[in-house]
């Protein structure tokens, strides 16, 4: 599975930016999708996961309630809708593929990963 970010940038704190994370495979539904980030200096973070069918989904705490996974199974494609971006936002995002989207959402780890998207919150 090859996984291709896109959609990060440079916005203000309050803003607002969405993500996407195309994959190139014939089976999409059967692979949970999650994103990941990583700051300057830091380990790298999950942040959400959401199940093949999109009926579940995970979240890190820091997230919740600004963030919002979603997948579109005919376009083989995921999103991370981010709204009050806050500069501690400001990461390299990554997106993840693996079969068990629990494995994302538990264990934080995936056997896919596009290269990231850079995002910038300015304060």
């Known amino acids: 599975v090859q996984l291709q970010a896109s959609g990060g940038g440079l916005v203000q704190a309050g803003g607002s930016l969405r993500l996407s994370c195309a994959a190139s495979?014939?089976?999409?539904?059967?692979?949970?999708m999650g994103w990941f980030r990583q700051a300057p200096g830091k380990e790298r973070e999950f942040v959400a996961a959401?199940?093949?069918?999109?009926?579940?989904?995970y979240y890190a705490d820091f997230v919740k309630g600004r963030f919002a996974i979603s997948r579109d199974n005919a376009e083989n494609t995921v999103y991370l809708q981010m709204n009050s971006l806050k500069p501690e936002d400001t990461a390299v995002y990554y997106c993840?593929?693996?079969?068990?989207?629990?494995?994302?959402?538990?264990?934080?780890?995936?056997?896919?990963w596009g290269q990231g998207t850079e995002v910038t919150v300015s304060s």
């Open positions: 495979t014939r089976t999409f539904s059967n692979y949970g």
């Open positions: 959401i199940s093949g069918s999109g009926s579940g989904t």
């Open positions: 993840a593929a693996d079969q068990s989207y629990k494995r994302l959402g538990l264990l934080y780890d995936a056997d896919y």
